[in-house]
């Protein structure tokens, strides 16, 4: 006879739909609401390309992990917009939760499962990355799988569990490189586990490491591409902004600031003290994992200054979210300890700081301000043409503009590689310049939308010097024809943009400002 299920389970089936649901309602609206962001873009137009080109792009023009592209490219074959791209980030953020139920329940039964679903689906991490169309949310999804699937592993060892624990860490750097340092950890940590014990059932983590040699290839060009190297003079980064990336992540993992992020401190140290005596393995990869890259930061050498950004630490979420999940089950009198967390929560700040709301271009992917040269793209753009650089308005005018050939901006050797691939003759070369509120007097060929102004130079063009030439000189004559003042982020915009050209022109054997 088959049992009912009993009414502690409904409830805690009943919450994670309640956690899942809070989620929901507060990503929804952002996918038509918050403004496309440039770094969106970059997601959107190499998705929208042809599969075998996507992955070359992105592993070894870019150097960088594919899975989150590839997952895009699949979601453009039923809708190629930016609405869709957004989604596939909100889908994975659910699952994000779903997991964190899931190990929190693995760990110390529903309560701390339930209270792990509150703090993933409250977090600002998912607030923020959770409608964002890059590939965050996704790395939090694949390393909540990942360590869901450790805990179930080293709780039931198998052939079947191990193949399933090493399938889920090869998720991790197929989304991020910064996946590569988490599985690394989480390799050292098993292998203290395994102490030698027989071959046969760890076979499977054998084949996903060799599985990985690929996205160790892909991360070593995104060294190149950062210019990393022992001869450089900087640092990626100091303690300070180490130290800083990694308090940013915890605020926005749980409490924000002020006391609502001491209350979450609090519980994240007492589960880790009670799971330092249960399961010291699965804190001691958390803690590493999460330490690691800020520190090594500190220690590598660049010529470049990256962004070191907490949202690149997101993978930390879930060991967080189950932290606080063990602490909260071991206080007495359920259910009124999961209700006081959820009120904690909901009464936090974000912690973090959306992309979309903090930079010269954000507010220029407002529905309002691409809606016309976007329209007005969807109805020009053809196949073959070249689109510079990645751009919120070029997200806009999906799928047309992914017939076209869009430019990365910012580093020479991924412009040249993306050069390489376009078809010559190519067609027309449009470059999108985010004039925003600085007047613009007439540049011939271009078309004022107002934040934006459209510079189209005709094709055919013979190759990639030529369209360098064009571009350069498409921003050197809107630069000129700015009407002062010009604010200070749109004039190292412009000389971001053309220092980069003139330096692939010189690799070509060419200079700027020449005919």
Known sequence: MRRSPSLPRLAAWGALAGACAYLLVELVPDVRSKPLFEDEAVSGLISARPFGEMVATTMW??????????????????????????WVSIVVAVGAVVLCFDLGRRLDGRVAGVAAAIVAAASGMLAVYGSFGRMYALFAFAAALAVDLFVRCVQRPSTGTVAAASAAAWLLPAVHPYGGIVVAVEAAVALVLWRG????????????????????????????????????QGRLATWTEARHQLEDAVRGFGGGSGWT?????????????????????????????????????TLVRTGRAPDLSPRHLIFALPFFAAFVGVAVARIPGRPLPLVALALVAALSTQGIDDPRSITYTAALGSPSAVAAPAAWLRANVRENDVLYPYSSLYLAALPEAGEARGLPRAQVQSLLASLDRVDYPSGDVYVAVPVGTTGSAQVQGGRDFGSWLIIRVGGPLADEEAVLRAIDRSLALSEAQLQPPVPAPLAGWFELNRAVICESL????????TE
Do not use: N
């Open 61 to 86: 023009d870019r150097g960088g992990a594919p899975l989150h592209f590839v997952l895009v490219h699949l979601a453009f074959l039923f809708d190629s917009s930016a609405d869709a791209l957004r």
């Open 197 to 232: 014990k027989p071959l046969r059932p760890a076979w499977p983590a054998a084949v996903a490491a060799l599985a990985m040699i690929p996205f160790a290839v892909a991360d070593l060009r995104l060294a190149e591409r950062f210019e990393l190297s022992a001869e450089q």
């Open 261 to 297: 992020f001491l209350v979450f401190l609090a519980l994240a140290a007492w589960g880790i003290a009670i799971l330092l005596r249960r399961r010291p393995e699965l804190v001691a990869w958390g803690l590493i994992a999460f330490a690691g890259p800020p520190l090594l930061s």
């Open 506 to 513: 010189a690799k070509l054997g060419s200079q700027c400002g």
